[in-house]
């Protein structure tokens, strides 16, 4: 594996994120798409800057964390400062199958055998 | 990563040149999971439009979540690996398939990371068929509608009714064979899991 952050401490991961370690958006799920709201300005910690240029399309978090080599867990919490300061929206998946609703809807499913059809 | 076959060249661009339409609103998760070397990895590249990703995520040396970065702040945390890859389904809908490690010491990532997949597939080798229990007994207590796909890499020295009584499938789960170096038998696996789904969904409704 190659993630370039392995090589780093701890304390840098507790850095990225200026110490906190947690209040992350409960609501960020791995595929959340993530779309900027806002350009980058001068002065911005390098990783919001980074995630702002990454996401000028809908990008879902774990294609966020692999691009900035991050864990997801660190990614859900810079993306939660952004959040919170408007500079990004969030698509949440829809309801996602729960133990209540195990399953995906008929809709969905052939949306996806048809695409699988044509790969 | 973990794949013993020898890789085929990664196709397909990367993500950043291949971005997802502005219109796309939703993502829907697909996992893949199986021992070190069985070929999940191979099997996301096949069927991945952009050239897989991987990264990963904390959990405490104890082994539960990191929802908080206690760990990685003063504790030793350690990480797990993952890697995935997409395929765009439409102008608002894109799939993820995650290959994930499925033995119980990274059952944590599910929760975390695989909830609400519409479905999973259980990758098995006959060299290691045991490192599929874990998986194929929590997919089962949890609910997730699964198939297994057996990797032959194009050899078929075991019967399939071999496997499924040495892993004491149910019968109603389908398995089948597979060659997850080839796009087109890596996408059947795909296409057995979605119609495993939506016979289940027709099933439930007809109750």
Redesign the interface.
């Known amino acids: 594996?190659?993630?370039a952050h392995?090589h780093e401490g701890?304390d840098r991961?507790?850095v990225i994120?200026s110490g906190?370690?947690?209040?992350?958006d409960e609501s960020l799920?791995?595929?959340?798409?993530v779309?900027a709201e806002s350009e980058a300005v001068p002065g911005m910690q390098s990783e919001h800057a980074e995630i702002l240029r990454?996401c000028?399309?809908?990008?879902?978090v774990?294609?966020v964390?692999?691009?900035l080599?991050l864990?997801?867990?660190?990614v859900r919490?810079l993306l939660t400062d952004l959040l919170d300061t408007g500079r990004i929206t969030a698509?949440h998946?829809?309801p996602?199958?729960?133990?209540a609703q195990?399953?995906?809807?008929?809709d969905?499913?052939?949306?996806?055998?048809?695409?699988?059809?044509n790969? | 990563?973990h794949s013993t076959t020898s890789e085929p060249p990664a196709p397909g661009p990367r993500?950043?040149e291949a971005?997802?339409?502005?219109t796309?609103?939703?993502?829907?998760?697909i996992t893949v999971l199986g021992g070190f070397g069985v070929g999940k990895t191979t099997l996301v590249r096949s069927?991945s439009e952009i050239r897989p990703?991987?990264?990963?995520?904390?959990m405490t040396r104890a082994g539960a979540a990191?929802?908080?970065?206690?760990g990685?702040?003063g504790k030793?945390?350690t990480?797990v690996?993952f890697d995935?890859g997409?395929?765009?389904?439409?102008a608002t809908?894109?799939?993820?398939v995650?290959g994930a490690p499925g033995q119980e010491r990274f059952w944590f990532l599910w929760d975390?990371?695989?909830?609400?997949?519409?479905?999973a597939v259980v990758l098995v080798d006959t060299r290691r068929l045991e490192e599929s229990w874990y998986a194929i007994d929590r997919l089962e207590a949890?609910?997730?509608?699964f198939v297994v796909a057996h990797n032959d890499f194009g050899e078929t020295s075991h019967g399939l009714d071999e496997v499924r009584a040495a892993l004491d499938l149910d019968p109603a789960v389908p398995l089948v064979r597979c060659d997850a170096r080839e796009?087109d038998s890596a996408?059947q696996v795909?296409?057995s899991l979605?119609?495993h789904?939506?016979s289940?969904?027709?099933a439930?409704s007809a109750r």
């Open positions: 594996m190659s993630g392995r701890p991961l507790y994120t906190r370690s947690g209040g992350a799920d791995a595929v959340t798409l779309v990454l000028r399309n809908p990008t879902a774990v294609e964390s692999a691009h080599r864990p997801v867990a660190v919490i698509r998946p829809r996602a199958p729960s133990p195990p399953l995906a809807s008929p969905v499913l052939e949306k996806v055998l048809v695409a699988l059809h790969l | 990563m993500t950043a971005p997802l339409p502005g796309t609103e939703q993502a829907l998760k069927v990703l991987d990264t990963e995520e904390t990191v929802d908080d970065l206690e990685v702040e030793r945390a990480t690996a995935f997409r395929i765009t389904l439409d809908a894109v799939l993820y995650f975390r990371l695989f909830a609400g997949s519409l479905g949890q609910g997730t509608p796009r996408k795909l296409i979605v119609r789904v939506r289940l969904v027709a439930r």
